[in-house]
């Protein structure tokens, strides 16, 4: 009788203890429904000491539009990371250079086919690691995406039929010796990758990465799950019209994924695609979708 009296008590001790978490919980929420500032969605996961430490959602991953119903965010919800699909890219390039596919300090000519060069600074060559750490003196100012259509030798190259009036290239600095942020290096990074390997990027990052970590999502909707679809976050904004100017008063409006009244469609043009002369359909520079889960999974690794 005793012992049955104590069971009971622990069991309602154990159910009175309170949340730890439900402070943080509370103040997360607090976040995301900020009048001034506030969040369709919100996805957070901490590790500490190797461990998972928390992870919660708040929000909703999909707002509703007419009859469809909104959709809370979960540990599933895939969002697209935008630039920190840059580390992703690198990762999976640093096993291309474990494979001995690629070398960090090699002229990137001798992978993508033609000469790469800054037409102001014709001596230095372009290598693997100034692209990935942003000295290869390539800038974003004529973009940075172009249809599977354009080869990125006709945008890169003087004389070819897109290279315009080479503002992709730095004046003052060659490459290797100053820092400036170009979404366009990842676009010739994903289209390295996809010419020493023959296989197209979205393909390829699911074969090198997302596949061996049991990571979901990827670079293409269009090949997704009907589950990871489903789990899929449509980023949305606020605005009174559909411009860049925020507005806490304005609507939400969808900017990104929003497949509510239409299913994804590919890149255009993909069945022609080559792999090996444009990557950027596929944004090695920021188009992963991912959860805060699976992120989980490459802070664990790294």
Known sequence: MLGAINRVLAATATARAPDPF??????????????????????????????????????????????????????????RIASISKMMTTLAAMRLVEEGKLELDTDVSSYLGFTLRNPYHPSRAVSLRSLLTHTSSLRDDAGYSWPCSISLKSV??????????????????????????????????????????????????????????????????SQFSSE???????LYRKRTTDTEVWNAAGPWIAQVDDYSSKAPVPPPGIEACIPGTNATPFSPTGGLRVSAADMGKIMLML
């Open 22 to 79: 439900a402070a943080l919980d509370a103040e997360l929420a607090a976040i995301a429904g900020n009048p001034a500032c506030q969040l369709a969605s919100l996805s957070v996961l901490a590790i500490k000491r190797g461990k998972l430490a928390y992870q919660q959602q708040f929000g909703q991953r999909f707002l509703g539009a007419g009859p469809l119903p909104a959709r809370p965010a979960n540990e599933r919800t895939l969002y």
């Open 156 to 221: 890169l190259v003087p004389g070819e039929q897109n290279y315009g009036t080479g503002n992709m290239w730095s004046r003052n600095a060659p490459p290797g010796e100053f820092f400036a942020y170009a979404n366009l290096g990842w676009g010739v990074i994903g289209t390295i990758m996809e010419r020493v390997t023959g296989e197209r990027f979205d393909l390829l990052m699911k074969r090198l990465l997302l596949d061996p970590m049991g990571m979901h999502g990827g670079f293409n909707p």
């Open 228 to 234: 990871d679809l489903s789990n899929l976050a449509t």
